[in-house]
């Protein structure tokens, strides 16, 4: 979330005044860097939320800073997000442009910062954003489209491209707008990627449904592979899902506490295996039951607890197969890194797929049970008549699970099944994900 400084506490940071400042509510601009060093020491990358969307109208700010509206537009109508009470930068301007591509490369260059997540990219990007009819101004050519705004994330992108090798750019973006992750040079925007905010509509709409009925809702889950390759995405379950009476993410699932678990633990795991970077915010890991508070730490002293203790071991070994499985990562922009094995079975709400890394790799079978009924004798088809090795189950009693599971080796058989002329026969654990390598026992 923005460190970038703000009056109100409140806002979380995303109504920011200090565009090169460090909030001092957490100490000084050395401490903060200390801060960064800190964690690249220990391997770990920062992103830094930045919001150059807009800004609020404090006297002691930049509205009407010489008298006149010099950083912002000065039609109301152009000027004032009507959502948030604040206003908005004339991209227009190269002063009010270089003021702001400034402020994103004093982060990366001064404090090391590894990326950058822009907030509110949809609200730049048309002149209508939350705004009726006649009362928001088309741009020359009589569209909706700010083309000031446009231009201005083009070349934020370009000149971070150009100078600052390797840092990320993600664009929080929750339209249609095509290119947000395509090259400059080819028309699209430059991001390295963009929030996946269909992806997390639809399958926490299908997670907070109980079982029952999920069979009603099963392209909830499987419609976002339509799109998952049109651009490069990050799968957000961010703050904004967990505050604002949303419920945290473990009381979104339905049931009894071991049924709560059970599901999340399951969700995660077909997230992490889903096409896409991942993004899972601070108290989800640990299960917390209430809503995320600015002004309280998470409830830390749930780690002495089965099921949250269980739920962050999941999380920690989900990392861990991330990070050495190739077939997880690698292939994130390329569609023929995923391939559906099951995809239609909505009666008993399951699905399977395999994900491939490069070639000469091993692939992983997925599969993945959102009912709370054990399923015997599952015949799952796979590519290969060889061996398949159960390296994850979020089952498993290590996690707080029940500890059903398929155990030792699996021996694909010839009996055709889902297309292919081999077959796996599984045991589906209850609320469970399963992840199958394929080939030797992975070391």
């Not at 301007?93 to 400034?102: M, N, S, W, Y």
């Not at 569209?143 to 201005?152: D, I, K």
């Not at 993945?368 to 399923?375: D, I, Q, S």
């Amino acid at each position: 979330m923005p460190i970038t400084e703000h009056p109100f506490g409140g806002s979380w940071g995303y109504q920011p005044l200090g565009m090169f400042a460090p909030s001092s509510r957490y100490g000084s601009p050395a401490a903060f860097a200390r801060f960064v060093d800190a964690c690249h020491n220990a391997g770990l990358g920062v992103i830094l939320d930045w919001v150059p969307a807009h800004f609020p109208a404090d006297a002691h700010g930049l509205a009407q800073f010489d008298g006149t509206a010099l950083y912002e537009y000065a039609d109301p109508r152009e000027g004032v997000h009507r959502d948030w009470n604040t206003l908005i930068y004339n991209f227009g301007r190269h002063e009010v442009r270089g003021f702001l591509i400034a402020s994103a490369l004093y982060w990366i260059e001064r404090f090391h910062i590894d990326g950058l997540r822009v907030d509110a990219v949809a609200s730049m990007l048309y002149r209508d954003y939350s705004r009726p009819d006649g009362e928001w101004v088309p741009n020359v050519h009589g569209g909706r489209e700010n083309l000031e705004a446009v231009a201005f994330l083009r070349e934020l992108n370009k000149v971070i491209g150009e100078r600052c090798s390797g840092v990320m750019t993600i664009a929080e973006e929750s339209t249609a707008w095509p290119g947000v992750t395509a090259p400059v040079a080819v028309g699209g925007l430059g991001f390295t990627f963009k929030w996946n905010m269909g992806w997390m509509h639809d399958t926490l709409h299908y997670v907070s449904r109980d079982p029952l009925y999920r069979r009603y809702h099963h392209h909830d889950i499987a419609f976002g592979l339509h799109y998952a390759f049109s651009e490069h995405y990050v799968l957000p379950l961010s703050h904004d899902e967990v505050v604002h009476g949303k419920g945290a993410l473990l009381t979104k699932m339905p049931g009894d506490e071991w049924q709560q678990f059970a599901g999340l633990r399951a969700y995660l795991a077909f997230m992490w295996a889903h096409p896409g970077k991942k993004l899972l915010f601070m108290g989800a890991e640990i299960g917390q039951r209430h809503e995320w508070q600015h002004d309280s730490e998470l409830d830390w002293y749930r780690l002495d607890e089965q099921g949250p203790r269980g739920l962050a071991r999941a999380l920690a070994d989900l990392n861990r197969i991330y990070n050495e499985e190739p077939a997880l990562h690698v292939g994130d922009g390329n569609p023929e890194s995923f391939t559906w094995v099951v995809s239609d079975d909505a009666d008993n709400s399951v699905f399977a797929f395999l994900r491939s890394g490069e070639a000469g790799t091993a692939p992983l079978l997925v599969i993945v049970n959102f009912t709370p009924c054990a399923r015997y004798n599952y015949r799952v088809g796979v590519p290969a008549l060889s061996s398949w090795w159960e390296i994850f189950n979020s089952d498993s009693r290590f996690y707080a699970g029940s500890d059903l599971g398929n155990g030792s080796a699996l021996h694909a058989r010839p009996t055709p099944s889902h297309g292919y002329t081999a077959s796996l026969e599984l045991t589906l654990p209850p609320l469970g994900t399963l992840y199958l390598r394929q080939g030797d026992w992975p070391i």
